[in-house]
């Protein structure tokens, strides 16, 4: 039910114009470039790898884990929702915690409870496709040329945490069940995230789900590149360490970020609603 103001200006019954509700804001979001894509997949890594030293070697537990990078990103996407536009200084700090997160949801699923993976991908893809579409139903546009309300970035961070959840479950099942080893496993999903690359460019796959399920299948690519660098080599790995390959990504990520920061390259240019997904 709506009614006219004074000023005829409809407003819908909660009060709030759509003006007040949806303020004019900046996308809060990178471009989709071979930047974001490289970017992403380091911070999986990081967050792969800062996850097993935080849990291994300072001796937190996954529990105390859990809580403390709980904590961390409700901080940090505290700061990230207060920015009006894009900020890759908070932005992809919050991809790298976000990343942990979804991670330990599944972990925590798997290890504490005793869900079986084959069970919790299952949970996760139908929560994320729910996220999917109430977002849809609410906005009319999954498109992330149209993060640039409170609301829309609400639903974008949501389905991030539940992108990674189900990545990781996904991937933890694939990799139990054909067990080919780090190195292997990352060939694997990389060739995935190149079909889904030539299927969207060659045979016009919708623009947004191409970019989701690429999205999804870069938690596992990049947990495989974390744990070949990490592990042992008896393990399959090469032996690095956490610490080692830790501090290692967080630099390229830094140099990255500065980059951009500089360019600019990353920043989205809004696009016209047009009441459609793409």
């Not at 007040?20 to 990081?46: D, M, N, Q, S």
């Not at 929702?81 to 200084?89: E, K, L, T």
């Not at 660098?229 to 008896?234: D, F, G, M, R, V």
């Amino acid at each position: 039910m709506t009614y006219e103001t004074s000023e005829s200006q409809v407003v819908p019954e909660d009060g709030q114009t759509p003006r007040a509700r949806h303020r004019p804001r900046g996308i809060k979001v990178p471009e989709v470039t071979v930047y974001f894509w490289i970017t992403k997949v380091l911070c999986t890594t990081v967050g792969e790898t800062a996850a097993d030293l935080l849990n291994e070697k300072a001796g937190l537990g996954l529990t105390g884990v859990s809580v403390l990078m709980s904590a961390l990103l409700a901080v940090v996407l505290v700061v990230q929702f207060r920015f009006s536009a894009y900020r890759p200084g908070v932005y992809w700090p919050a991809v790298a915690l976000i990343s942990v997160v979804g991670t330990l949801i599944s972990d925590n699923l798997t290890a504490a409870v005793g869900v079986p993976l084959e069970t919790s991908t299952t949970i996760f893809a139908i929560v994320l496709a729910v996220v999917f579409v109430v977002w849809y139903r609410r906005e009319q546009t999954l498109s992330l040329h149209h993060i640039d309300t409170t609301s829309r970035e609400s639903f974008y961070w949501l389905a991030v945490m539940f992108t990674f959840a189900l990545g990781t479950a996904a991937g933890d099942l694939v990799s139990e069940r054909i067990d080919l080893g780090y190195w292997l496993s990352a060939v694997l999903f990389a060739a995935a995230i190149a079909a889904v690359a030539i299927a969207h460019f060659g045979l016009d796959l919708d623009a947004v789900w191409s970019f989701w399920i690429a999205y999804i299948l870069t938690r596992p690519l990049g947990a495989s590149i974390g744990d070949y660098l990490s592990q042992p080599t008896a393990d399959g790995g090469l032996g690095l360490g956490t610490v080692v390959t830790s501090v290692l990504f967080l630099a390229i990520i830094l140099g990255l970020g500065i980059r951009l920061s500089v360019t600019r390259r990353d920043v989205a240019e809004p696009e016209q609603a047009t009441g459609h997904a793409a």
